[in-house]
């Protein structure tokens, strides 16, 4: 790209903050991963990826897998690029605390008129408990659908968590969560240096799904309440 994206930087200083602890194995281990008892849910605005994207994120989930195979790679049928968690996850949370079709209502008139729109994934990015594939929209649309969410979710009196956690502002993809402390450290973070700038493709954005999660976006768990067409 010949001119800096706006969420470049946001990237770059996340990785330049984590890769040295990375690198010393100092990581933030997710210990609710594999727990069973795990009851948090939530709902989540997002788009699925295209089949040369994901073949390109599980290539380099390999090359690190070879390097430490106890972390959580993200299964391909969970990957997904979050447009906006209407509802962060919380334990206990269930549909029938909500009346579902409210929330299709505003995100059909906050999806009005957003033509199909591209997102570029390239080169990989980290913090101490996560590592992230890149996204650049290639327009403002994203930006758009999601202040647009939250100028019409503030109008209401409905349950709602937006931005609790923190604004998201990016349009990345979390690859792979640390389960275990890594086993070598530095080759680990050598690998994600390698991968640093890689072409993990592009998708076109056509369709948006309204779905009931949990945390990690498992299909086992998810279910797809309504699905979105842009035109």
Same mark, same amino acid.
């Given at each position: 790209?010949?001119?800096?994206?706006?969420?470049?930087?946001?990237?770059?200083?996340?990785?330049? #903050?984590?890769? $040295?602890?990375?690198?010393?194995? #100092?990581?933030?281990?997710? $210990?609710?991963?594999?727990?069973? =008892?795990?009851?948090?849910?939530?709902?989540?605005?997002?788009?699925?990826?295209?089949?040369?994207?994901?073949?390109?994120?599980? *290539?380099? +989930?390999?090359?690190?897998?070879?390097?430490?195979?106890?972390?959580?790679? +993200?299964?391909?049928?969970? &990957?997904?690029? !979050?447009?906006?968690?209407?509802?962060?996850?919380?334990?206990?949370?269930?549909? =029938?605390?909500?009346?579902?079709?409210?929330?299709?209502?505003?995100?059909?008139?906050?999806?009005?008129?957003?033509? $199909?729109?591209?997102? @570029?994934? *390239?080169?990989?990015?980290?913090?101490?408990?996560?590592?992230?594939?890149?996204?650049? $929209? +290639?327009?403002?649309? &994203?930006?758009?659908?999601?202040?647009?969410? *939250? !100028? =019409?979710?503030?109008? !209401?009196?409905?349950?709602?968590?937006?931005?609790?956690?923190?604004?998201?502002?990016?349009?990345?993809? !979390?690859?792979? @969560?640390?389960?275990?402390?890594? =086993?070598?450290?530095?080759?680990?973070?050598?690998?994600?240096?390698?991968?640093?700038?890689?072409?993990?493709?592009?998708?076109?954005?056509?369709? &948006?799904?309204?779905?009931?999660?949990?945390?990690?976006?498992?299909?086992?768990?998810? *279910?797809? &309440?309504?699905?979105?067409?842009?035109?």
């Amino acid at each position: 790209m010949k001119h800096t994206h706006p969420v470049s930087g946001i990237y770059d200083g996340l990785f330049e #903050k984590s890769i $040295p602890a990375i690198e010393e194995g #100092k990581v933030e281990v997710d $210990p609710m991963i594999d727990g069973i =008892n795990d009851t948090r849910r939530g709902i989540t605005l997002l788009t699925r990826l295209s089949q040369p994207v994901i073949e390109n994120i599980e *290539r380099f +989930q390999n090359e690190l897998r070879q390097i430490d195979q106890h972390q959580y790679e +993200q299964p391909s049928a969970d &990957l997904h690029l !979050t447009i906006l968690s209407l509802i962060s996850c919380y334990a206990g949370f269930s549909l =029938n605390d909500i009346h579902v079709q409210d929330y299709m209502e505003i995100i059909a008139e906050s999806v009005l008129n957003i033509r $199909p729109f591209s997102i @570029r994934f *390239r080169g990989i990015t980290a913090s101490k408990d996560a590592v992230m594939i890149q996204g650049f $929209p +290639q327009d403002d649309s &994203l930006e758009i659908i999601r202040e647009r969410l *939250r !100028t =019409n979710l503030k109008k !209401t009196s409905l349950q709602q968590s937006v931005d609790s956690r923190y604004k998201i502002t990016t349009a990345h993809i !979390t690859a792979v @969560r640390f389960r275990k402390e890594l =086993n070598v450290p530095s080759g680990y973070a050598a690998a994600l240096q390698r991968f640093r700038n890689f072409d993990f493709g592009e998708i076109t954005v056509s369709s &948006l799904d309204l779905v009931f999660n949990d945390w990690y976006q498992k299909k086992d768990i998810v *279910r797809t &309440l309504h699905r979105f067409a842009l035109k």
